[in-house]
């Protein structure tokens, strides 16, 4: 993958998550709960309709947590564009680090919790940020190989 692709692939994955934190503050804010229900339903297992925003303290950390996505998405898209895209090593460190940080306690907060089905989800975004991350190295490594030929 060349660096322009991985650069365009990172964007991307910055804005989903930016919109994703968005989608959960917009489900406190406009009290507009059926879409994200479906999402907790989705991941603490069965799917019985008993997984609610109904409490005070759900809503607050739903705000929460879609307040930090949000800034995680805008704070990847700065590194994106102002590091990664001149400094891929760099910036792809800083990405790889933060997002795993995040996939970790994430997904072991998620089976704490009794929503083990969460990792799975957990672990298709963040796909989204090793695939480029990945993809643009090996390019990398080929190129290198090939040049010293």
């Known amino acids: ?6 650069t365009r692939l990172l964007s991307l994955a910055a804005i989903a998550t930016a919109l994703f934190g968005l989608a959960m503050f917009a489900t406190v ?9 479906m999402f907790l339903d989705l991941a603490i297992l069965p799917i019985d309709g008993a ?3 109904d409490t005070p303290t759900a809503r607050l950390l739903t705000a929460i947590s879609g307040g930090l996505l949000t800034g995680l998405g805008v704070m990847i898209w700065q590194v994106v564009r102002d590091v990664y895209a001149r400094d891929p090593e760099t910036g792809g460190r ?3 680090r933060g997002v795993l940080a995040w996939f970790v306690i994430d997904s072991a907060g998620s089976v704490l919790a009794g929503a083990a089905f969460n990792v799975l989800m957990n672990s298709g975004f963040l796909a989204l940020f090793l695939v480029p991350l ?6 990398g490594t080929q190129s290198a190989s090939g040049a010293s030929k």
């Open 29 to 37: 804010a406009l009290d507009q709960r059926a879409v994200f229900e």
């Open 134 to 139: 990945f993809g643009r190295r090996a390019q």
């Open 94 to 96: 800083i990405i790889l």
């Open 51 to 53: 997984d609610r925003l």
């Open 1 to 6: 993958m060349t660096h322009d692709r991985a």
